[in-house]
Nanobody, 133 residues
Framework: QVQLVESGGGSVEAGGSLRLSCEVS????????MGWFRQAPGKERRGVAA???????SYADSVKGRFTISEDNAKKILYLEMNGLKPEDTAMYYC???????????????????????????WGHGIQVTVSS
């Protein structure tokens, strides 16, 4: 069973930084998309940043230039470095991984756009990030 555990959330003032971590218990395939999603109260869960097993990354427009996704393959940890945080970044942040039969060009962009609206793949329980103005 694949399990994901997020850590690193908390409360910061606007302009501050946080680094989220997601530990993945096991990988059932070497072909995957993995990423971060967030859900604010009353809103849909939307993609924030993703990386595929070929190293391609994708970011939501709202976080480009401020957030950086990375992974430590040896430790099976996914990171999200968040800088220049804004109050609108306040949300519950979820880590997810989906194992795919293959990757096609643009797959990571497509996955980031739609995965948050489904329950496909594996998901962590989420961690709160609160940014005060």
């Amino acid at each position: 069973q694949v399990q994901l555990v997020e850590s690193g959330g908390g409360s910061v003032e606007a302009g501050g930084s946080l680094r989220l971590s997601c530990e993945v218990s096991t990988f059932t395939s070497s072909t995957y998309c993995m990423g971060w999603f967030r859900q604010a109260p009353g809103k849909e869960r939307r993609g924030v940043a993703a990386v595929d097993s070929d190293g391609h990354t994708s970011y939501a427009d709202s976080v480009k230039g401020r957030f950086t996704i990375s992974e430590d393959n040896a430790k099976k940890i996914l990171y999200l470095e968040m800088n220049g945080l804004k109050p609108e970044d306040t949300a519950m942040y979820y880590c997810s991984v989906d194992f795919l039969p293959r990757l096609v060009p643009g797959e990571v962009d497509r996955w980031l756009a739609v995965a948050g609206l489904t329950n496909f793949g594996y998901w962590g329980h989420g961690i709160q990030v609160t940014v005060s103005s």
